[in-house]
């Protein structure tokens, strides 16, 4: 079963940026969709972006829309999350995850194959 790791979490200050990578500990990324969630204090678990195996499809949710890109490069085995502008909200652990689905408008969170460990992310003066 294909295995998530996380990295590239922080303390950075509100307006900084951050890139988390998703890469397999074993086996390709290269056939799965990779979704990045968060999961905040207090909150529930949030879907933040979708990439597809091709990366013909993304999709953000409003939150990050403008200030976030979900990116992969197959040939690294190594999805991304760029976050810039970065507000104190956008503090939690963040999760990436891999499915079979063929498109972002199909995602079923029942059926994720695999989750990272997660990494903390912390924004704060």
């Known amino acids: 079963q294909l295995q998530l790791v996380e990295s590239g979490g922080g303390l950075v200050q509100p307006g900084g940026s951050l890139r988390l990578s998703c890469r397999p500990s074993g086996g390709t990324l290269n056939r799965y969709s990779i979704l990045w969630f968060r999961q905040s204090p207090g909150r529930e678990r949030e879907g933040l972006s979708c990439v597809t195996s091709a990366s013909t499809n993304t999709k953000y949710a409003d939150s990050v829309k403008g200030r976030f890109t979900t990116s992969r490069r197959n040939a690294e085995n190594t999805a991304w999350l760029q976050m810039n502008r970065l507000k104190a909200d956008d503090t939690g652990v963040y999760y990436c995850?891999?499915?079979?689905?063929?498109?972002?408008?199909?995602?079923?969170?029942?059926?994720?194959?695999?989750w990272g460990q997660g990494t903390q992310v912390t924004v704060s003066s």
């Open positions: 995850a891999a499915g079979l689905w063929r498109s972002c408008e199909t995602i079923d969170e029942s059926s994720i194959d695999s």
